[in-house]
């Protein structure tokens, strides 16, 4: 039974530049979370999808943005990166009916320098 | 604001002892709770959870309690193993009638399971 999983691993970017992270969830989950966790703190929620719309988001600014597809897979984009973006970025899958437990992948680590 | 905090930035104990997180929260309207665990660079990994219904849950080593009217929640784990070592986080959430809902996360404690 495949986890969640994140592409990539690591990655390092310069302030201003655009990036993607992608997260495909645990088989037979249909909801998609994904989290900020800075050095120190624990993971900041930052939105959700399921159907493929973003249902909650948490307190980010619109630079912040998703998508989920067909296959409930899904994809956090970040224009214009700030040094304080970098971060690790945590995907986290769940079940819309019921599923009050969330399962998390390994997380892409950004570098923004 | 920090909705969960957990006061105890680390925590070390003996092989075979018990050991014990603790957790407070501040918002009323949180009714799920749950523990994670986190070694380095993996994501948390889920350990244990408890509804605003009960206040214990057991589930072999860990055991969790809620304590509503104090907003507190501790993991006990008995007896403790070197691979216990990690950092736990606390997490809360609302549940939604049929959704799955966002978890705020406490800072986190480091458990260190000394031989």
């Known amino acids: 039974d495949a986890g969640v999983t994140q592409s990539p691993t690591h990655l390092i970017k310069t302030r201003g530049q655009q990036v993607t992270l992608r997260c495909s969830p645990k088989?037979?989950?249909?909801?998609v979370s994904w989290y900020q966790q800075a050095l120190g703190q624990g993971p900041q929620f930052i939105f959700q999808?399921?159907?493929?719309?973003?249902?909650q988001r948490g307190n980010f600014p619109d630079r912040f943005s998703g998508h989920q597809f067909p296959n409930y897979s899904s994809e956090l984009n970040v224009n214009a990166l700030l040094l304080g973006d970098s971060a690790l970025y945590l995907c986290?899958?769940?079940?819309?009916?019921?599923?009050?437990?969330?399962?998390f992948g390994p997380g892409t680590r950004l570098t923004v320098t | 604001d920090q909705q969960v905090k957990q006061n105890s930035p680390s925590l070390s104990v003996q092989e075979g002892r018990i050991s014990i997180l603790n957790c407070d929260y501040t918002?009323?309207?949180?009714?799920?709770f749950l523990w994670y665990k986190k070694y380095p660079a993996e994501g948390p990994t889920f350990l244990i959870s408890?509804?605003?219904?009960?206040d214990k849950n057991e589930d072999g080593r860990f055991t969790v309690f809620l304590n509503k009217s104090a907003k507190h929640l501790s993991l006990h784990i008995v007896p403790s193993q070197p691979g216990d070592s990690a950092v736990y986080f606390c997490?809360?959430?609302?549940?939604?009638?049929?959704?799955?809902?966002?978890?705020?996360f406490g800072t986190g404690t480091r458990l260190q399971v000394t031989l």
């Open positions: 986290a899958s769940s079940l819309r009916q019921g599923g009050y437990e969330q399962y």
């Open positions: 088989s037979g989950h249909d909801t």
């Open positions: 999808y399921y159907e493929e719309e973003e249902r």
């Open positions: 918002n009323s309207m949180f009714d799920y």
């Open positions: 408890i509804s605003s219904i009960k």
């Open positions: 997490a809360a959430s609302v549940i939604n009638t049929g959704t799955a809902s966002k978890l705020t």
